[in-house]
């Protein structure tokens, strides 16, 4: 029993995971603190408010209704989210496009029968599963 579990950790995709979490973790922790030390008070100062707009209530037939922290926590959400998108999948989405090479594309051409896309060297359709005859390399089509 513990040698089925033992092997169940032990492989990457588990252990891979632990870490992706762990390091998830920290850097949620990073760009939080970047957020709220940096980005929300410079929009308190766009605003002109202290940039927490924690104490800002709105009170309805007696209900008092703190919208403050919502907005608190949407503008820190905002932040957050463009922050990671510029700060990390967009250079990360560069670098793959420039250092990754592309996959050549397969030549495809209409299955005869159904109009399908499929590989010009193809001898029956994955769609209607007809019989075709392949193209020759270097033949006109």
């Given at each position: 029993?513990?040698?089925?579990?033992?092997?169940?950790?032990?492989?990457?995709?588990?252990v891979?995971?632990?870490?992706?979490?762990?390091?998830?973790?920290?850097?949620?922790?990073?760009?939080?603190?970047?957020?709220?030390?940096?980005?929300?008070?410079?929009?308190?100062?766009?605003?002109?408010?202290?940039?927490?707009?924690?104490?800002?209530?709105?009170?309805?037939?007696?209900?008092?209704?703190?919208?403050?922290?919502?907005?608190?926590?949407?503008?820190?959400?905002?932040?957050?989210?463009?922050?990671l998108?510029?700060?990390?999948?967009?250079?990360?989405?560069?670098?793959?496009?420039?250092?990754?090479?592309?996959?050549?594309?397969?030549?495809?051409?209409?299955?005869?029968?159904?109009?399908?896309?499929?590989p010009?060297?193809?001898?029956?359709?994955?769609?209607?599963?007809?019989?075709?005859?392949?193209?020759?390399?270097?033949?006109?089509?």
């Amino acid at each position: 029993m513990l040698k089925g579990f033992r092997d169940f950790m032990m492989r990457g995709n588990v252990v891979d995971m632990a870490v992706g979490v762990v390091i998830g973790a920290a850097f949620t922790a990073v760009v939080t603190g970047f957020v709220s030390a940096f980005l929300t008070p410079l929009v308190g100062v766009v605003v002109g408010a202290a940039g927490d707009f924690s104490s800002y209530r709105a009170t309805v037939a007696g209900v008092t209704f703190p919208y403050g922290q919502f907005l608190n926590v949407l503008i820190a959400f905002f932040m957050t989210a463009a922050v990671l998108y510029f700060c990390i999948v967009l250079p990360v989405t560069k670098a793959t496009a420039r250092y990754l090479p592309k996959k050549p594309k397969t030549p495809k051409r209409p299955c005869p029968e159904c109009l399908t896309e499929i590989p010009e060297e193809a001898r029956r359709c994955s769609a209607c599963t007809s019989h075709v005859e392949p193209l020759r390399v270097g033949a006109p089509r």
